[in-house]
């Protein structure tokens, strides 16, 4: 009990104080989650967009599949992008291991699934004779898209701010190509891992609570943008 | 012959092994406004659907312009021709960009864009709504804005599937003036789905009855409700009274009683007479029958009588003569030209 | 047009974003050495303080990658690393027989302990590592109520020893210890996890000393306390190695050889030995110029000697 209420204070003091291992670690999570998420936005909004907006053999499987790596174990796509870019890997030569640059290439990996997912739902949520009047009125396939993604967006930006939730919580894959190294590659995840092995509970409550705080903001947002969303469909 | 903006033949569409459009030719010429009527289900949208290419035809042709309609034409005719939903559809953003939405789609100045939009939004009286957010539209004034968001892209050919079927009667009469004001200030042809007998005939120089995945009957408005082909469209368009009689030599019979006929009429045939287009006698001039029903339906008096073959009328209540009672002798007869001779189906 | 400007601004803090996180792996002034090091060594806050120094002092990065020893030689044989940071004297034979590590030489040693709870469940206390590990299987596999083992079971450095131990108590690891009942718990996670771990149960657990005295200063709640201090085989050798410039030529061999030379130094050995000290009242590793000559028995490894960037 003294233990959790002395690790308590001490990580207060370590908030309050900005301790600057503290916030060089938050910083650097919310940098890398945030690179990740615009980066999975940008390949898989356009996707997922793809994907709703034509028709071919085998979409719905591809739909399936892509629901099913929602649940990508963390841990996976940490081990095959490892293996991937280890210097015996295949891309050993572009150097990546152990920095920043793997973790947002894992995170990518990691978030994209659920955003095409859910740009695709969103999509799909939308009046069927929306797609026909923007079709009947002769749009481009790209100009169709976007004018169909612009309609969905507050659900598309909810997705993209899950993405980012999740991005920013996990654990397995940054600690496997990034390496927790300190001042370079340690993040909120992977911080609390070792100093909890470490016994040092402060600093690992203080970054516990930076990551609730974090967690906490994002879901305020995806409220937000659902609220909007359907406040807009309400009217 | 350079008349014709659409042409069918042979036009068929089944989901799996269900044909769900049989196969279907006819034409449309320039100017014209089509009606397509027929009961839920009968396969108007899928005609539609089929011939605003956002189908594919299981077989058969379209040719729109003169020209083959498919996927590699698609863009190229598309840009000639315009569709307007059931559903009103209408886009996050101001009325303005709403109707500018089809001119964003083409290489058109921004500045020209806005230009137009704001004409049409003008000529539909509703200027001062154009920042407004188009959510706040009535469904009156959102679905004229999506038609105004059609035509201001300059259609040469417009399909309109169910317009009004979501609208209120007044909102509808809006919409029915933007169609005919449009195929006679453009002269746009219209091809339009209603299963609103009445639209149909105010709007339409013709009309097609889709009964089963078949058109059965195309024509004016006269003939399809005067002169129905055959007794399930007759049925469709209001005709109770319908008896299976053989013709031959220039009359039909059935049911013990003998009319005229047309004389190249032979065979089984159908007999066809409307309801209000029967006259209630006392004296014994027509067809002699007894009342067998007789009650109130609003403003209409409707009747059984079993003349041999049991007939149904219907009477203004003013002119109901309010001594009839059920089991009374009557005789009944008609204009020549309320009998409907059609073929037996 | 007002489209255009909106994706070029996304597209600008998109890269802003990218830049700025790249930013901090490459800062291009300073050079970086891979160093896949041991969680004992690790969990300590010893390679914390010696990143800091370093980097003041030589402008280097020493980026500690922290691992059991298995899995730090599995990632140098893959190119991962440019130093190895362990302790494992048979498997850093093994590396350096194979080609794949050069420059061999000895940095720091404390004992192992074996730790266990203050009650002394098995009676252990005082007895010789083979004795004690013998008394506990016994009873352990005897189903002696709180007899409990708990091993690290990682391959790391530590895992290592104490399977060494396991060996000249004469037992066959793989067949006699492991899998023998529920006494014998592998926890397969870093020193400090595993202490915790031990703690917890309430079981006895073979550490480096270093990483147990942290842990008590960290739980001084904890139950367990050292029961087995002495003893030939709890001699704990940390050695550093350059990964073989012949196997990975982009290895970064002159930090390295810098780094090496910069750790069997006076100043390097004096760091290495103060450390701690403040806080444990004693330190947590003792340097190898402290031992007259450490090629003889039992340490067995070249602590003086400068090394050089190996010649192809």
Redesign the interface.
């Known amino acids: 009990m003294g233990e959790i209420i002395d690790g308590f204070i001490g990580a207060i003091q370590l908030i309050v104080t900005l301790d600057p291992e503290v916030m060089d670690i938050a910083l650097r999570s919310i940098q890398v989650s945030t690179a990740a998420t615009l980066i999975a936005a940008l390949i898989a909004i356009p996707l997922g967009a793809l994907i709703y907006f034509y028709d071919f053999p085998g979409k719905r499987g591809v739909i399936n599949l892509v629901q099913t790596l929602y649940a990508l174990p963390t841990v996976i796509v940490g081990l095959v992008v490892y293996l991937l870019i280890s210097h015996s890997g295949p891309l050993g030569f572009l150097d990546l291991l152990y920095t920043t640059k793997a973790m947002t290439i894992a995170q990518v990996i990691l978030v994209s699934p659920l955003i095409i997912g859910f740009t695709i739902s969103a999509l799909t949520g939308l009046d069927r004779d929306m797609k026909n009047t923007v079709l009947g009125l002769n749009a481009p396939a790209y100009r169709a898209m976007l004018t169909l993604v612009r309609e969905a967006k507050f659900a598309i930006l909810s997705a993209v701010v899950l993405a980012f939730g999740r991005a920013i919580a996990e654990v397995g894959a940054v600690m496997m190509v990034g390496g927790n190294i300190r001042h370079f590659t340690r993040t909120l995840t992977t911080a609390i891992s070792l100093n909890t092995s470490m016994g040092e509970f402060s600093v690992s409550i203080a970054l516990g609570i930076i990551l609730l705080g974090i967690a906490l903001i994002v879901n305020l947002g995806v409220n937000v943008l659902q609220y909007r969303g359907m406040r807009v469909k309400d009217d | 012959m350079t008349n014709t903006v659409l042409e069918t033949e042979n036009l068929t569409k089944a989901y799996g092994n269900k044909e769900v459009l049989h196969p279907t030719s006819f034409s449309v010429v320039k100017g014209e406004i089509l009606a397509v009527i027929g009961p839920s289900g009968a396969g108007k949208s899928t005609l539609l659907r089929l011939l605003?290419g956002?189908e594919s035809p299981t077989a058969g042709t379209i040719r729109i312009f003169g020209e083959p309609f498919v996927r590699a034409s698609r863009?190229k005719i598309?840009?000639r021709m315009?569709?307007l939903?059931?559903?009103t559809?209408l886009?996050?953003r101001s009325v303005v960009d709403n109707i500018a939405?089809?001119l964003?789609?083409?290489r058109i100045p921004?500045a020209e864009q806005k230009r137009r939009a704001q004409e049409t939004l003008a000529k539909l009286g509703m200027s001062e709504y154009a920042t407004r957010?188009a959510?706040?539209l009535s469904g009156g004034e959102g679905q004229r804005v999506?038609f105004a968001?059609?035509l201001v892209?300059r259609p040469e050919l417009l399909f309109l599937d169910e317009p009004t079927a979501n609208l209120d009667p007044l909102a509808a009469k809006d919409v029915e003036e933007m169609i005919l004001q449009e195929n006679a200030e453009n002269g746009t042809t219209i091809i339009i789905n209603t299963h609103d007998q009445i639209q149909a005939q105010r709007l339409a120089d013709r009309v097609a009855v889709i009964l089963d995945g078949s058109i059965v009957q195309i024509g004016t408005p006269d003939e399809i409700w005067y002169h129905p082909a055959t007794a399930s469209v007759a049925r469709f368009v209001g005709f109770q009274n319908i008896f299976i009689g053989s013709a031959n030599d220039g009359s039909v019979s059935f049911g013990g009683i003998v009319l005229p006929a047309p004389a190249d009429r032979k065979g089984l045939v159908s007999v066809m007479i409307r309801a209000e287009d029967i006259i209630l006698t006392k004296n014994t001039s027509g067809i002699p029958g007894i009342i067998r029903s007789l009650s109130r339906r609003g403003a209409f008096v409707e009747m059984y009588v079993d003349c041999g073959q049991e007939f149904f009328l219907r009477i203004p209540f003013k002119e109901h003569d309010s001594s009839l009672s059920v089991g009374d002798s009557v005789s009944l007869s008609w204009d020549e030209q309320a009998v409907v001779i059609g073929g037996n189906e | 047009m007002k489209k255009v400007t909106v994706a070029l601004s996304v597209l600008v803090v998109l890269f802003a974003v990218v830049f700025t996180a790249g930013c901090i792996t490459d800062d291009s002034e300073p050079t970086e050495l891979l160093v896949a090091t041991t969680t004992s060594l690790f969990d300590t806050g010893l390679l914390d303080a010696m990143q800091d120094y370093y980097f003041e002092e030589y402008n280097v990065n020493l980026l500690f990658t922290p691992q059991g020893t298995g899995k730090a030689i599995a990632s140098a044989k893959n190119g991962d690393a440019d130093v190895l940071l362990v302790h494992s004297p048979s498997q850093e034979a093994a590396f350096i027989e194979e080609g794949y590590g050069v420059n061999h030489r000895g940095i720091a040693y404390n004992y192992f302990v074996l730790v266990g709870p203050a009650a002394d469940p098995a009676g252990v206390k005082g007895m010789k590592p083979e004795e004690g590990f013998t008394k506990i299987r016994e009873l352990g596999t005897a189903g002696t109520d709180g007899v409990l083992f708990v091993s690290r079971g990682d391959a790391s450095g530590t895992h290592t020893a104490e399977q060494k131990i396991w060996k000249s108590a004469g037992f066959d690891y793989a067949t006699e210890v492991q899998g023998t009942g529920d006494w014998y718990k592998e926890t397969g996670a870093g020193m400090g996890d595993s202490l915790t771990t031990a703690g917890e149960l309430g079981g006895y657990i073979f550490s480096d000393e270093a990483t147990f005295l942290k842990y008590k200063s960290n739980n001084p709640d904890s139950p367990l306390e050292v029961v087995i201090a002495e003893g030939d085989s709890l001699l704990n050798r940390y050695t550093v190695m350059s990964i073989s410039p012949a196997k990975f030529p982009e290895t970064n061999i002159e930090d390295a050889t810098d780094f090496t030379n910069w750790l069997i130094s006076e100043e390097g050995q004096e760091f290495i030995g103060a450390y701690g000290t403040e806080e444990y009242g004693k330190p947590l590793f003792t340097p190898m110029n402290t031992i007259a000559d450490s090629t003889k028995a039992p340490f067995n490894i070249d602590s003086t000697t400068p090394v050089a960037v190996p010649t192809a």
């Open positions: 605003d956002l863009k598309r840009s315009g569709i939903f059931q559903k559809v886009f996050d939405l089809g964003s789609y083409r921004r957010s959510r706040t999506s968001r059609i892209t």
